[in-house]
């Protein structure tokens, strides 16, 4: 996915236009929904319960590949190669596709401001002080 731009809502909550590789045209995600790319896979044997992971599950058909979600493990089943989770509130869902990953928090640092990616260091007239540039109140 490309991130084409990014505003804040009426609730000064991140939005951002997002082109998907697979799906035509741009759509707009919350900054709660915009995650890194997974890149940590984890075996079955890595996997203990009450880890925070990244699924493929489908919810119409659990057997059958679907959408990627955060899950929170209930239950690791060696003999079975399943992995029981909480995904979206809904316990005991069944992961049987091992592809699992590693879950990880969106890190939205290189996102925010296109002049300066929020250096902390730099001065910034865009996302800093509109007098000085400096970054010592974020609310101002």
Same mark, same amino acid.
């Given at each position: !996915?490309?991130?084409?731009?990014?505003?804040?809502?009426?609730?000064?909550?991140?939005?951002?236009?997002?082109?998907?590789?697979?799906?035509?045209?741009?759509?707009?995600?919350?900054?709660?929904?915009?995650?890194?790319? !997974?890149? *940590?896979?984890?075996?079955?044997?890595?996997?203990?319960?009450?880890?925070?992971?990244?699924?493929?599950?489908?919810? %119409?058909?659990?057997?059958?590949?679907?959408?990627?979600?955060? !899950?929170?493990?209930? !239950?690791?089943?060696?003999?079975? *190669?399943?992995?029981?989770?909480?995904?979206?509130?809904?316990?005991?869902?069944?992961?049987? *596709?091992?592809?699992?990953? @590693?879950?990880?928090?969106?890190?939205?640092?290189?996102? %925010?401001?296109?002049?300066?990616?929020? *250096?902390?260091?730099?001065?910034?007239?865009?996302?800093?002080?509109?007098?000085?540039?400096?970054?010592?109140?974020?609310? @101002?």
């Amino acid at each position: !996915a490309l991130v084409k731009s990014a505003n804040l809502d009426e609730n000064k909550k991140w939005v951002y236009s997002i082109k998907f590789t697979e799906y035509d045209g741009e759509h707009s995600v919350a900054e709660s929904d915009i995650r890194n790319i !997974a890149s *940590n896979k984890l075996g079955i044997s890595d996997i203990k319960v009450d880890d925070k992971i990244f699924v493929n599950y489908n919810f %119409d058909n659990p057997g059958e590949l679907g959408f990627w979600y955060d !899950a929170k493990v209930e !239950a690791v089943r060696k003999t079975t *190669n399943t992995v029981v989770c909480t995904i979206r509130n809904t316990p005991g869902c069944r992961v049987a *596709n091992l592809e699992i990953y @590693k879950s990880e928090a969106p890190d939205f640092s290189e996102m %925010d401001c296109e002049k300066c990616r929020k *250096n902390r260091k730099r001065k910034c007239y865009q996302c800093g002080c509109r007098k000085c540039g400096g970054k010592h109140d974020d609310d @101002k």
